[in-house]
């Protein structure tokens, strides 16, 4: 009893210890965001804000300076909702789709095409820079917000198609067969069938996909517009304009800014991302 209580305290102090460790970034950015100027001379990196102040927020949010515009994050941020919200709702459908097809609609080669789709998961983003580029001009939505939703909802369709195709193959034949049986149709089958039992992975989709697409950069500053530019772009012009005096708590107010949505899901639904994943999204 006692051999497993010493084992149970070790196995704890270590949890806390690497908890301490990965969480102490976050406390001295939030600690720093809510200083003034003056605090910030006087204090070290880890004291606690002796008069806390949301005037870094603020600042950040509606007046820093990203480069020759001082309006802040806001419009980076809207330009940021208004790129994932269907980037991710477009490529989770295609996925969900594709999986669907894939796994219980076999035909001829479509292995193969599958092994196909696979190459997009571990392709390296670089490689697709200059010809969607040349894509997007010929569509005539270079820099804009619509190219940069078409190109996160390409980017993430083969990961969206890998985990529904993984996920269905679990799914019993039988049902398929017997709502073909019954009448029902390819599309019927997929919405009043196979949906409603996705839950599971839909919400694993989401959430990888949200994080993905709200957290890149290379897309964003590539593909963007001057009127069209994520929240990722917007907070790496603040950190570089230059100023006569660094503003460390502006900075890391715009950095917990830029990463509270994702900080929110992840906070609000971590706990059924584990258990979709467990409950098919890396099977196969």
Known sequence: MNRLTFHRLLLWAVLLVFAAWFLTP??????TSLKDAEQLRVG???????????????????????GVQCEGLRPFFWNSVVTVVPAVLVSTL??????????KWKFRGSETLFA???????????????????????????????????????AGIPSTTLFFRNYYVGLPDELIKAAMLDGASFWQIFCRIVLPLSTPILVVTLIWQFTNIWNDFLYGVVFSGADSKPITVGLNNLANTS????????????????AAPTLFV???????????????????
């Open 26 to 31: 976050l406390y001295v950015m939030v600690v």
């Open 44 to 66: 070290h990196l880890l004291s606690l804000p002796s008069a806390p102040t949301l005037d870094a927020w603020s600042k950040a949010w509606s007046s820093a300076c990203t």
């Open 94 to 103: 295609l996925g969900a789709l594709n999986g669907y097809v894939l796994s």
């Open 116 to 154: 196909f789709m696979l190459f997009g998961v571990f392709m390296p983003m670089q490689v697709v820079l200059l010809p969607m580029s040349q894509v997007l001009g010929w569509l005539g939505i270079a820099s804009s917000v619509w190219g940069l939703i078409l190109v996160h909802v390409l």
């Open 243 to 258: 100023s006569s005096v660094k503003e460390y708590h502006v900075d890391m107010a715009a950095a917990l800014i830029a």
């Open 266 to 284: 992840y906070i609000v639904a971590g706990k059924f991302f584990v258990r979709g994943l467990t409950a098919g999204a890396v099977k196969g």
